[in-house]
């Protein structure tokens, strides 16, 4: 796997890795959605779908999909019931999403790291496959508390790597030698591919995650892990302290 794609939690140099990240979706985005079905075998809807359910009850609720790609999740909210906005970086997506209707919404172009939102506007925010590819944690963490209303709930969607020895070594080869040979040949971008195959073999792993949340004041905070420890959604809330 080529080492310049592998992730890296960047406080030092968070621009330019952005800079490089929304180039990358924006040049997959005919694609992007195919490439899912196919290399997560289809279950990646089955995926979303957990994460909107771990929320709770939506109907009603000012909902916010971060780094939303092309609406997937937004349109499940949208069938939920919730007033749900769009927010990601890539114009490309969102371009995609408003012609395929998955975002009624509307949506924002901008950067999760500094949301162009009021205070306390939203019930629950919800992020699916997105958080692995921002480098600075916790400016996101710290926009995601601002945004909710106490008592409002953050839901992430993420891939992982499973604990078990024999499924981390399938694993590990599925991402190594599957993943960007297969979305390099649907795509035409194999170091897209290459790049996120990186991410997830590197990303810090859940618990890590649920307690860089915890020390940013989220409370109630839940780990889930799905299909052999391959995915997981981490739920927690913001407290009434926070306000």
């Excluded at 592998?6 to 030092?12: F, G, I, S, W």
Aim: one cysteine or more.
């Amino acid at each position: 796997m080529d080492k310049r794609h592998l992730y890296e939690m960047d406080n030092a140099t968070p621009g330019s890795r952005k800079r490089y990240i929304r180039s990358m979706f924006d040049s997959i985005t005919v694609s992007y959605d195919r490439v899912n079905r196919v290399l997560s075998l289809g279950i990646d809807t089955r995926w979303r779908k957990s994460l909107v359910r771990a929320a709770g009850p939506l109907k009603d609720r000012q909902a916010l999909d971060i780094c939303c790609g092309s609406g997937a999740v937004s349109a499940l909210l949208h069938r939920e019931g919730a007033r749900a906005a769009g927010l990601d970086f890539s114009r490309n997506m969102l371009k995609k999403g408003l012609e395929k209707g998955r975002l009624p919404g509307g949506a924002a172009a901008a950067d999760a790291c500094a949301m162009p939102f009021g205070d306390a506007v939203f019930d629950a925010a919800f992020i699916a496959f997105g958080i692995r590819n921002i480098p600075d944690l916790a400016p996101f963490m710290d926009e995601a508390l601002r945004v909710l209303k106490p008592g409002g709930k953050l839901a992430i969607l993420e891939l992982s790597r499973p604990q078990n020895k024999i499924a981390a070594f399938f694993h590990s080869l599925y991402l190594e030698k599957i993943v960007p040979r297969i979305g390099g040949m649907i795509s035409g971008k194999k170091s897209a591919y290459d790049y996120l195959a990186g991410t997830i073999a590197t990303f810090i792993d859940p618990k890590t995650l649920q307690k860089m949340l915890e020390e940013k004041k989220f409370a109630n905070c839940r780990v889930f892990p799905q299909t052999l420890g391959a995915t997981f959604v981490l739920v927690c809330e913001k407290t009434k302290e926070d306000e």
